[in-house]
């Protein structure tokens, strides 16, 4: 069964400093992966996507994520954090050739961007 | 325009009642989910449909089903609610042409039972 872990629940970093969000995955064959955001009550939108090809994924608001292949890794980044980024961000994988309902993801963790 | 929208956004409702929550999208999708985020923020799907087929999670009791009546539309009843079904509620959709087309949220329904 394929699984994802977000080992951090919180990350804090200052207003203009990089930040990084980990993810690692774990799937049978090739993965698809994902990076979901969550404001606060609002629902999850869509921030990038591995599939194939280039290891650096750009998405969406300056976001991007570099897959390792070796590492089990499809960790988010951003050279310069805003405020506006404190949200709750998920990681999710499924395997190569499934649909979306074999999505899954990882328990979430809370940025926190601080003036 | 909403792309997928939920209603009601809040449900306070008493425990043994029977209650519906309502999805709609507008983006042309032939897929629909719906998710339950519990207290601690995880994720867990519930129920996958297109018009072919309906995929049931089998942890999700039997009191939760899926009702479409048409593509665009994916409700999700709840009969005999329980305290433990407090949660946020989320809809989705999908293409389901390729399996690495992403998914689009709803709003979410938070779900209180007392």
């Known amino acids: 069964a394929q699984s994802v872990a977000q080992p951090e629940d919180q990350v804090n970093v200052a207003e203009g400093n990089p930040l990084t969000v980990k993810c690692t995955y774990s799937?049978?064959?090739?993965?698809?992966l994902f990076w979901y955001v969550q404001y606060p009550n609002r629902g999850l939108q869509f921030l990038l996507k591995y599939i194939t090809g280039d290891n650096l994924v750009k998405g969406s608001y300056g976001f991007e994520a570099e897959f390792n292949k070796s590492q089990t890794s499809f960790h988010l980044k951003k050279p310069s954090a805003l405020v506006s980024d404190s949200a709750l961000y998920f990681c999710?994988?499924?395997?190569?050739?499934?649909?979306?309902?074999?999505?899954?993801f990882g328990k979430g963790t809370k940025l926190s961007v601080i003036p | 325009d909403t792309a997928v929208s939920q209603t009601p956004k809040y449900l306070v409702t008493q425990m043994g009642n029977d209650k519906s929550i309502k999805c709609e999208q507008n983006?042309?999708?032939?897929?629909m989910y719906w998710y339950k985020q519990d207290s601690k923020k995880f994720l867990k799907i519930m129920f996958s449909?297109?018009?072919?087929?309906?995929?049931i999670n089998e942890t999700v009791p039997n009191r939760f089903s899926p009702k479409s009546p048409d593509k665009a539309h994916l409700n999700l009843h709840i009969n005999s609610l329980e305290l433990g079904d407090s949660a946020v509620y989320f809809c989705?959709?999908?293409?389901?042409?390729?399996?690495?087309?992403?998914?689009?949220f709803g709003q979410g329904t938070r779900l209180t039972v007392v």
């Open positions: 449909y297109n018009n072919k087929e309906l995929i």
């Open positions: 999710a994988v499924k395997p190569e050739g499934a649909g979306s309902y074999q999505l899954t």
């Open positions: 799937v049978s064959g090739n993965p698809y």
């Open positions: 983006l042309g999708h032939d897929t």
């Open positions: 989705a959709s999908s293409r389901m042409g390729g399996p690495s087309t992403e998914a689009f």
